[in-house]
């Protein structure tokens, strides 16, 4: 095993960052075989208590969830020792080790492999604990859906996308466990102001979904107004002083109104809203009319494979990733809510220009699953550059000859030699200044291997 690191390491030690790469499957490996070695502990250990319990007096647990045997308590204490960690690792530890080879087998077989990180293997396994067992099952065929006879999908997308599909699996499968979940953070809501460095205060808190989705909105719109009335702070600071203004919404009657006074080219409101304290405005004056919000886009991804448990696809809010059909109803139920199936993405768009219109933007957005199409980036792609494949005027504003990048990563493009091509249209096809190839498609990233 030495003999062979050390040929392994000095055969590529021209380039450490490829060596580096490289480790990343024999790691994945190696845990796997660091948890073989800690399934086979535990499973002695709850055939023969007397393994790990000294004075009979220990309880069990199936920590691993439906389907994985129960485990003497101490055992885990052993584990915790001998591993050097905490408690609470330790359990974690040990119920994700019997998650994995008990419910999970799949996943366990391509982390040995060297295919699936251990982080990944371990979000899965902590994330369907609380599946029945066909159901971790479907998940995991999901999950483990290759491309070209090797990559599987749990490995070729972003964490933050990769508990957006768990996140969904549950709440399609467990919609009332979810529920309860969901009531049990509401109902732990809470909003504190306390003093802050000199002149500020530090507001720290938790709102519904919903709320912040509206909230978010809102604190744009007005940061917006002031922008358009001249003022030159930055949006963040015009964000925080727009949270401001909530404090009495009167304040957002007045700024509105010398909004459309300025858009009608009028200057009768001569108004500095910054010198108006709230004890300024009358405070039997009628309560603010209100200024619609910009549209909250919700979006439907049907699933045509639906059985009788899963009637419904599912849902997911622009920045905020997979809602359960209680938190997708509540938004429903507000009045500015655009619903938008994700269909259609096969319809041509040209824009006149240079300019991508929002509607380009949008799906491009959708085909890569709303993500920048650099190689596992989570960034989203609205608010993103529209990078021109070939160069505009050659190249047109088309899908076909653009895509969605990041800030860093058009910087990447521009500047470091990153080179991308459209293989077909969604499907992007990176080089990078060393000449490693990725595809990029829906989300997900694959290396290619000469
Ligand atoms: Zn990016």
């Known amino acids: 095993m030495e003999q062979q690191l050390e040929v392994h390491l000095s055969s590529l030690h021209d380039d450490p960052l490829e060596a580096a790469a490289s480790m990343t499957g024999s790691l994945a490996s190696m845990e796997a075989e660091q948890y073989a070695y800690l399934a086979e502990f535990l499973h002695d250990c709850a055939e023969d208590p007397a393994l790990s319990a000294f004075d009979g007096g220990e309880r069990r647990f199936a920590y691993g969830g439906a389907g994985t045997p129960a485990i003497p308590e101490f055992a885990v204490t052993q584990v915790q020792v001998q591993l050097g960690l905490s408690p609470y690792a330790a359990q974690r530890l040990v119920a994700d080790v019997m998650s994995l080879t008990h419910r999970l087998p799949g996943v366990l077989a391509a982390m040995a492999d060297g295919q699936v990180q251990a982080w990944r293997a371990r979000m899965v396994a902590t994330a369907t604990r609380d599946l029945p067992l066909a159901d971790v099952a479907r998940v995991q065929e999901v999950l483990l859906e290759g491309v070209r006879g090797g990559v599987p999908l749990v490995a070729r997308i972003t964490r ?19 529920a309860e979940e969901i009531e049990h953070w509401l ?5 504190t102001i306390r003093p802050g460095e000199r002149g500020t205060s530090v507001l720290s808190g938790t709102v519904s979904t919903a709320d912040g989705a509206r909230l978010t909105h809102r604190l744009t719109q007005v940061a917006d107004w002031w922008v358009e009335l001249g003022d030159t702070r930055t949006r963040s600071v015009l964000r925080s002083v727009a949270l401001g203004m909530l404090a009495d919404p009167g304040m957002l009657d007045n700024l ?18 910054s010198d108006v304290a709230p004890s300024d405005l009358d405070p039997l004056a009628p ?6 919000l910009p549209a909250t886009v919700l979006y439907v991804h049907h ?19 997979a809602l359960s059909a209680d938190q997708a109803a509540e938004l429903v139920g507000h009045s500015h809510v655009t619903l938008k199936p994700v269909i259609d993405l096969a319809a041509p768009i040209q824009c006149p220009g240079y300019v991508a219109s929002p509607r380009l933007k949008e799906h491009l957005a959708l085909m890569n699953a709303g993500l920048c199409t650099f190689p596992y980036c989570d960034q989203p792609a609205i608010g993103g550059d529209y990078d021109h494949r070939q160069p505009y005027p050659r190249g047109p504003t088309t899908k076909t000859n653009g895509h969605l990048l990041c800030r860093r990563h058009h910087r990447a493009k521009t500047f470091a030699r990153w080179r991308v091509q459209s293989v077909t249209t969604g499907v992007w096809l990176w080089t990078s200044p060393t000449g490693d190839h990725y595809v990029v498609t829906a989300g997900t990233t694959t290396p290619l291997v000469p």
């Open 160 to 178: 933050k996308r990769l508990q957006q599909v768990l996140d969904q699996a549950e709440m399609t499968v467990l919609p009332e466990g979810v």
């Open 187 to 191: 109902a732990a809501r809470d909003v």
């Open 303 to 321: 699933e045509p494979d639906t059985t009788e448990r899963k009637p419904g696809g599912c849902w997911s809010l622009d920045g905020h990733g």
């Open 256 to 273: 509105y109104a010398r909004v459309c006074a300025h858009r009608a080219g009028q200057d009768l409101l001569d108004l500095d809203l």
């Open 287 to 292: 309560a603010p009319s209100g200024h619609p």
